[in-house]
C-alpha cells in the first residue's frame, strides 16, 4: 500500500466521525478495493476523520502576512463555506481538495466577529459532515458569532451529521426543496481483516503491554465487549449533539426531538415540518433577501 493510501486508511478507519451513513458507504467502496486489494464488505455502520497541521491563529497570521482575505463580503455580508468533508487541521480554508477544515472555520469566523466591516455572515453548506474532534468547538464559535451578529445557514445541497451541528448554530436555515439536512448522530467504522489475512496466509502477533492497547485493532474480529464500549462513546457525542443543536434552534427543535429522529436524513418540507430548518428557499433568493434584510439595519 502507497504511503498516501495508507494514510487515507489511518483517516477512514477506527475513529468516530459524525458522517451520513450513505456517503461513508460510497467512500468505503470506491476506496476499498484500493486501501484493501478486494472489495469489502460492510457490515453495520460506518465513519470517517481527517486531519493537518496548524492552529487557528497561526493560520489567521499567515493571512495577514500575505494579505489574503479570509472570505468575501458582499454589501457588509461574510461568505463562508462549510462544503465537501469536514476535517479537524489543515491550513487550507473554503473547499480546497474537497474539505473545509474546522481551523480553516475557526479562523474565518474569528474574523467575522471582529471585522467591522462584516455587519452579517452566511454559511453556504453543502457537507455530508466528518470528524467529531473539532466540530463541537467550531459549533461554540459559531455560535457566539451569531449571539453577536445576524447569521443565516444557506443550505445548497445538504447538511448532515456534523455539517448540520454548525448549521444548526445560525440563527436561520434555509435548504433546498429536495436539500436534505439532519443524520443526528455518530458512528465508527472497524474493519476486519483477519479474514484476508487468513486467506492470505498471513498471520500477525500483536505483543502489547495494558489490558486494552489493542482493542479495536484491525487484525482480529471485533469483541462484544469493545464493540459495546464504542457504542457507548458514541451515545454520549449523539447526546451531547442533540444539546447543541437543540441551543442553537432554541424552541424550533428540542434535544429530546433531536434524539427522536434516530439520526434519519431528512428532506426539505419534513425538515422544516420537523424544526431542523426555517424555510424551503432558493440558495441565491436566499441570500439576496437576507443581504437586502442586513442592508436595512
Same mark, same amino acid.
Given at each position: $500500500?502507497?504511503?498516501?493510501?495508507?494514510? @487515507?486508511?489511518?483517516?477512514?478507519?477506527?475513529?468516530?466521525? #459524525?458522517?451520513?451513513?450513505? !456517503?461513508?458507504?460510497?467512500?468505503?467502496?470506491?476506496?476499498?478495493?484500493?486501501?484493501?486489494? &478486494?472489495?469489502?464488505?460492510?457490515?453495520?455502520?460506518? %465513519?470517517?476523520?481527517?486531519?493537518?497541521?496548524?492552529?487557528?491563529?497561526?493560520?489567521?497570521? !499567515?493571512?495577514?502576512?500575505?494579505? !489574503?482575505?479570509?472570505?468575501?463580503?458582499?454589501? =457588509?455580508?461574510?461568505?463562508?463555506?462549510?462544503?465537501?468533508?469536514?476535517?479537524?487541521?489543515?491550513?487550507?480554508?473554503?473547499?480546497?481538495?474537497g474539505e473545509t477544515s474546522y481551523e480553516g472555520l475557526r479562523t474565518q469566523i474569528a474574523r467575522a466577529r471582529r471585522d467591522n466591516a462584516v455587519r452579517a455572515a452566511v454559511f453556504?453548506?453543502?457537507?455530508?459532515?466528518?470528524?467529531?474532534?473539532?466540530? /463541537?468547538?467550531?459549533? #461554540?464559535?459559531?455560535?457566539?458569532?451569531? #449571539?453577536?451578529?445576524?447569521?443565516?445557514?444557506?443550505?445548497?445541497?445538504?447538511?448532515?451529521?456534523?455539517?448540520?451541528?454548525?448549521?444548526?448554530?445560525?440563527?436561520?436555515?434555509? $435548504?433546498?426543496?429536495?436539500?436534505?439536512?439532519?443524520?443526528?448522530?455518530? @458512528?465508527?467504522?472497524?474493519? %476486519?481483516?483477519?479474514?484476508? +489475512?487468513?486467506?492470505?496466509? @498471513?498471520?500477525?502477533?500483536?505483543?502489547?503491554? =495494558?489490558?486494552?492497547?489493542? %482493542? =479495536?485493532n484491525p487484525f482480529q474480529q471485533l469483541s462484544t465487549e469493545v464493540a459495546d464500549r464504542i457504542r457507548a462513546d458514541l451515545d454520549q457525542v449523539r447526546s451531547r449533539f442533540a444539546e447543541v443543536v437543540a441551543g442553537g434552534r432554541r424552541k424550533a427543535l428540542t434535544? &429530546?426531538?433531536?434524539?427522536?429522529?434516530?439520526?434519519?436524513?431528512?428532506? =426539505?418540507?419534513?425538515?422544516?415540518?420537523?424544526?431542523?430548518?426555517?424555510?424551503?428557499?432558493?440558495? +441565491?433568493?436566499?441570500? #439576496?433577501? /437576507?443581504?437586502?434584510?442586513?442592508?436595512?439595519?
Open positions: $500500500m502507497s504511503l498516501f493510501l495508507s494514510r @487515507v486508511a489511518a483517516e477512514l478507519l477506527n475513529t468516530p466521525l #459524525a458522517i451520513d451513513q450513505a !456517503r461513508a458507504h460510497i467512500m468505503m467502496q470506491a476506496l476499498g478495493p484500493r486501501l484493501f486489494g &478486494k472489495p469489502v464488505v460492510i457490515a453495520g455502520q460506518p %465513519d470517517l476523520q481527517p486531519q493537518a497541521g496548524l492552529l487557528p491563529q497561526r493560520l489567521d497570521v !499567515r493571512l495577514q502576512r500575505e494579505g !489574503r482575505n479570509a472570505f468575501p463580503v458582499i454589501d =457588509g455580508v461574510a461568505v463562508i463555506e462549510i462544503e465537501g468533508a469536514l476535517v479537524h487541521k489543515g491550513s487550507w480554508i473554503g473547499m480546497d481538495c453556504e453548506v453543502d457537507s455530508p459532515g466528518g470528524a467529531v474532534s473539532g466540530v /463541537f468547538e467550531t459549533a #461554540a464559535d459559531l455560535a457566539r458569532l451569531s #449571539a453577536e451578529k445576524p447569521t443565516m445557514a444557506i443550505l445548497t445541497s445538504s447538511a448532515c451529521s456534523a455539517a448540520y451541528l454548525l448549521a444548526s448554530q445560525a440563527r436561520r436555515i434555509v $435548504m433546498p426543496e429536495f436539500g436534505f439536512a439532519g443524520s443526528i448522530g455518530a @458512528v465508527v467504522m472497524h474493519v %476486519d481483516y483477519s479474514a484476508m +489475512l487468513d486467506e492470505a496466509g @498471513v498471520k500477525v502477533t500483536l505483543i502489547s503491554s =495494558g489490558a486494552h492497547k489493542v %482493542d =479495536g434535544a &429530546k426531538a433531536a434524539m427522536a429522529t434516530e439520526a434519519q436524513v431528512f428532506s =426539505g418540507r419534513e425538515a422544516v415540518t420537523l424544526g431542523l430548518a426555517d424555510a424551503i428557499g432558493d440558495p +441565491l433568493e436566499a441570500f #439576496a433577501a /437576507f443581504r437586502a434584510e442586513v442592508s436595512r439595519l
